[in-house]
């Protein structure tokens, strides 16, 4: 057969083993290589395929719910940047800040006003592409997921300083994801709308910084005492170093972790170029130091005050306004510090807790408003809120209602035991001086005297002239208003004393002067208005040398005010539960109280201890560097005053009531001049208003026009016929009365 030819039998070679063996072929091709290298293609094409596929249904995804929360915002064409609430900057009479206050405590500081170190800390800190990014910065979020899964660096944000103000401008503080997507869409707004430094501006005027302060000078001023325009570097840092967590790393509460945070702002602002290495470790060097206490002190009584009064100024505030007021910033320390001090070395001996002190100029200007012994503790305004019974601080108001009714200083009264209705007023020692002139009663305290003399001239009188000289709460118009029963407020109660050291003129208590805006226009501008004569020349130089008597040889005789004429008055309530001393030069008024919130009774603190002291430690700060001034004073003699021939006629019917007797006939006073300031004369300590009764009685002679001291034949015998005869007093066959008289007596004392 033709094809058998060609035919190839299979061919075997001897070998030496004898085996057969087929003819060795060509090896195969490597199809199992190729395969797997197809498959590892497809599998690499589908991740491509799969990944793109993903990321564009993200994308799509991210667009809806970016158009979804989105549609939720206000339109964009009608969006508007919030205006900034408004700031009010208060001054003291030197023109020197005191508070800021308002929403954001402090006031818009422009941009090109400030170091230019003070932004970099920012951008180097918080967002080192803020030039070069639009808004959202992917790759700032891309490293800072980094960041949190690796655990690198802490965890990281990735927020734009854009999208921070967004949030701040527009948005809640919640964590959530429609947040975000709101915060970014916002932020690309805000930078299609400005320009970078624009949002820049915005952003250091806006951001929280702790401590209610909103804004780089808010938060300058709150920690440091001065503005953001004069802030050092490392001041600079400390406050971009909050913006991580402004409660936490506060300056003035975490001193270490706020410096531990600004060197890593102060390192990051180096690597960045904005400051050199030098800079760097010279300012590594002098770290900043904040203030502690500001924002805690008593100026903020002041504040406070100042803000209650701004209400009733100008009403609402809708922009940036500067009040320029009366308060004097050194006074205000000097009051802050001696109410501190006396209260941290002697409040817990003496049961005291709380303190006031106001000062006002004889014009009524407040220059230092202390409203409590520690602000942060307690933002009760004491000083304009808190009413307490004045006690003996009162009578200066009943002694000038006798003196207008035609009594002199030395006119004499009864220091005895004294029974009104079932009432027996005593003094503290329970014990009495006898005939006594006005001045030295007032100036030893002494209570029988005072309510004499109130009962003379009408507890309505009384009241009537408290609230003609400045007292604006109700009295209660009883025998007892002689020994300060009523409750007065401090400032109300040194207002009312300030006639007496401007020579009789009434003060409207005031601690605003001007009002303008930031732009510099006026929105209010104090008057010097008058409220015009409430005492005559005469009865304030009476008055005078009276409650001068008190420093020299009274109860407030501790008072030390070398080179100045001074007078005031000391008070101690029922059960020694208010303290009060009110003092007074021709510069100054300033009154003190003493006592605690709850009422309770103090460890026997009176108006001749605490606030004696305290007056005299402010004092002496406060009129340091003043021209010396004397009181008002002058010649009172019996013919330059018209004395009345007759006593009031409501003490007419209490003395009838008493003794069953017709009105008594006056009895002539001698005229008497207006007696020299003596020096000082050392009383023996005894009671905190007045001495022990045997020696006050050796120390001061007896009064010029006193009687003898044999007991007394007729009632006639008292000396002058307007006494109240005491319990021990000759008592005669009383006359029945009518209904009419014993209606005045009720109206005298309230009761039935």
């Known amino acids: 057969m033709a094809r058998s030819d060609k035919r190839r039998e299979p061919r075997f070679d001897d070998d030496e083993d004898g085996e057969l063996r087929a003819e060795r072929r060509p090896p195969p091709r490597p199809r199992a290589r190729a395969k797997s290298r197809r498959r590892s293609r497809s599998l690499f094409g589908a991740l491509i395929y799969w990944s793109f596929t993903l990321a564009l249904w993200g994308a799509i995804a991210g667009g809806g719910l970016a158009v979804y929360y989105g549609s939720r915002l206000p339109p964009i064409d009608q969006l508007t940047v919030p205006k900034r609430p408004p700031n009010i900057a208060i001054l003291d009479v030197n023109g020197e800040l005191l508070a800021n206050r308002g929403d ?10 400030l170091p230019p170190y003070v932004p970099k800390a920012f951008i180097a800190i918080e967002d080192r592409r803020f030039y070069s990014h639009w808004g959202v910065d992917p790759i700032g979020i891309g490293r800072a997921i980094v960041r949190n899964i690796t655990g690198r660096g802490g965890m990281q944000g990735g927020s734009t300083l854009t999208q921070q103000l967004a949030k701040n401008l527009f948005l809640t503080q919640e964590r959530t994801i429609s947040r975000k997507i709101q915060e970014a869409i916002l932020a690309l707004w805000l930078e299609h709308k400005y320009s970078k430094d624009q949002i820049l501006e915005l952003y250091l005027n806006r951001v929280y910084f702790g401590s209610g302060a909103y804004g780089v000078e808010a938060a300058a001023e709150r920690y440091f005492g001065h503005g953001a325009k004069t802030i050092t570097l490392s001041e600079a840092a400390v406050l971009a170093g909050l913006m991580k967590a402004p409660s936490k790393l506060a300056p003035d509460r975490n001193p270490e972790g706020a410096a531990e945070r600004a060197a890593q702002v102060i390192a990051a602002m180096a690597q960045e170029g904005h400051i050199s290495e030098s800079t760097a470790t010279t300012a590594l060097s002098h770290s900043a130091h904040a203030r502690s206490d500001l924002g805690a002190g008593s100026i903020n009584y002041a504040a406070d005050y100042v803000m209650d009064m701004l209400d009733d100024t100008i009403g609402a505030i809708d922009q940036d306004i500067v009040v320029s007021t009366t308060i004097d910033a050194r006074m205000e320390m000097a009051a802050e510090g001696a109410l501190k001090q006396e209260l941290d070395e002697k409040g817990a001996k003496f049961g005291v807790a709380q303190g006031a002190l106001v000062a006002l100029d004889p014009t009524g200007a407040i220059r230092a408003l202390v409203g409590g012994r520690d602000y942060s503790a307690s933002q009760f305004n004491r000083a304009v809120s808190a009413k307490r019974q004045p006690g003996s601080a009162f009578k200066p108001f009943v002694y000038l209602t006798g003196l207008e009714q035609g009594l ?68 209660q118009a009883n025998a007892s208003i002689a020994l300060g029963t009523s409750e007065v407020t401090p400032l109300e109660l040194v207002a009312a004393y300030a006639p007496f050291a401007n020579g009789g003129i009434a003060v409207q208590p005031h601690v605003i002067l001007k009002v303008k805006t930031a732009a510099g226009k006026t929105l209010y501008q104090r008057k010097n208005a008058s409220l015009g004569r409430v005492i005559a020349p005469q009865y304030v130089a009476m008055m005078n040398d009276m409650m001068r008597e008190t420093l020299l040889t009274g109860t407030a005789r501790k008072a030390e005010l070398p080179g100045w004429d001074a007078a005031g008055k000391t008070g101690t309530s029922q059960d020694f539960r208010d303290a009060w001393f009110v003092g007074y030069t021709g510069r100054l008024v300033a009154g003190v109280w003493l006592g605690n919130d709850d009422n309770s009774p103090t460890k026997k603190a009176s108006g001749g201890n605490l606030p004696v002291e305290i007056w005299s430690r402010f004092m002496s700060v406060a009129l340091k560097g ?63 208003e007045q001495p022990p009764v045997a020696q006050a009685q050796q120390a001061s002679p007896a009064p010029r026009d006193a009687p003898p001291r044999s007991p007394p034949r007729a009632i006639d015998d008292l000396l002058p016929p307007e006494d109240i005869p005491t319990v021990g007093s000759i008592e005669r066959p009383r006359q029945r009365r009518g209904a009419q008289e014993r209606s005045i007596f009720e109206g005298l004392f309230g009761g039935g």
């Open 104 to 113: 954001t405590g402090g006031a818009a500081v422009r941009l090109a006003d």
């Open 408 to 475: 002199t200083p030395e006119s004499v009264r009864e220091d005895g035991p004294l029974d009104v209705k079932g009432w027996r007023p005593e003094n503290y020692s329970h014990q009495y001086l006898g005939p006594v002139t006005l001045a030295k009663a007032l100036s030893l305290s002494l209570n029988t005297v005072a309510v004499r003399v109130g009962l003379e001239v009408g507890p309505k009188a009384v009241a009537k002239t408290a609230h003609r000289l400045g007292v604006q709460s109700d009295l």
């Open 626 to 688: 003043q021209p010396v001034a004397g009181l008002p004073s002058g010649a009172w003699r019996s013919e330059n005053i018209a004395l009345p021939e007759e006593i009031a006629k409501p003490m007419d019917d209490l003395i009838g009531l008493f003794t069953g007797e017709s009105r008594p006939a006056p009895r002539p006073q001698s005229a008497r001049p207006a007696p020299a300031p003596r020096p000082p004369a050392p009383i023996p300590a005894g009671s905190p």
